[in-house]
């Protein structure tokens, strides 16, 4: 699948967001056990509070997508092929998020640190994992925000503006599909 160019940069976007987020994990720096394991639980609450964010977040985004077919539906426009394909790559990359979220959320509430079977050495692993998982899940609720804006300008652009060279087709695009 060729990506266009405003996805490349959402893309990029989302990227730089991961790095500021786990340059915050870097600046920590090295930790030990004990250290990681406190951490650990001070920051469980907090990583819990982001992932049913994020799942509340992607949950509204796809049935406000639902919403947007509607509307688009009901237009008198010829919607393009380009502007389904839009929304069906926010609707991907959203349910991708979603589903990361739900899975990250389980997986950080099993109780490693009140297990006693988990050797100390362990949690400054656990803790480094459990940040590049919240890094990497709120960098791609960027990129799925960042999405779900482009679509909403191009959807002003197309409808609201009357821009034809965005989303709607015309006549002609009509016409060079039939001599093709």
């Known amino acids: 699948m060729k990506l266009?160019?405003?996805?490349k940069r959402i893309i990029l976007?989302?990227?730089?967001?991961?790095?500021?987020?786990?340059?915050?994990?870097?600046?920590i720096g090295d930790l030990s056990g004990y250290e990681a394991k406190e951490l650990f639980k001070k920051?469980?609450?907090?990583?819990?509070?982001?992932?049913?964010?994020?799942?509340?977040?992607?949950?509204?985004?796809l049935a406000l997508l639902l919403t947007v077919l509607g509307i688009s539906n009901d237009l008198n426009n010829k919607l393009n092929d380009d502007y389904y394909k839009n929304i069906l790559l926010v609707a991907k990359f959203d349910t991708v998020v979603l589903i990361s979220a739900i899975l990250s959320?389980?997986?950080?509430?099993?109780?490693?640190?009140?297990?006693?079977?988990?050797p100390e050495r362990?949690?400054?692993?656990?803790y480094y994992?459990?940040?590049g998982i919240t890094s990497i899940l709120g960098a791609s609720l960027t990129v799925v925000v960042l999405m779900l804006y482009n679509t909403v300008v191009n959807m002003i652009k197309s409808i609201g503006l009357g821009n034809d060279k965005i989303f709607a087709e015309t006549d002609d695009c009509d016409s060079d599909k039939k001599k093709d």
Request: zero cysteines; a negative charge.
């Open 105 to 118: 959320f389980i997986l950080l509430n099993l109780p490693i640190a009140e297990g006693d079977n988990v």
């Open 4 to 7: 266009k160019v405003y996805v």
């Open 122 to 126: 362990w949690y400054s692993i656990i």
């Open 13 to 27: 976007a989302g990227f730089i967001a991961l790095i500021i987020l786990a340059a915050g994990a870097y600046a």
């Open 43 to 61: 920051s469980i609450s907090g990583i819990n509070m982001l992932s049913n964010t994020i799942i509340l977040a992607s949950t509204t985004i």
């Open 129 to 131: 994992i459990t940040l």
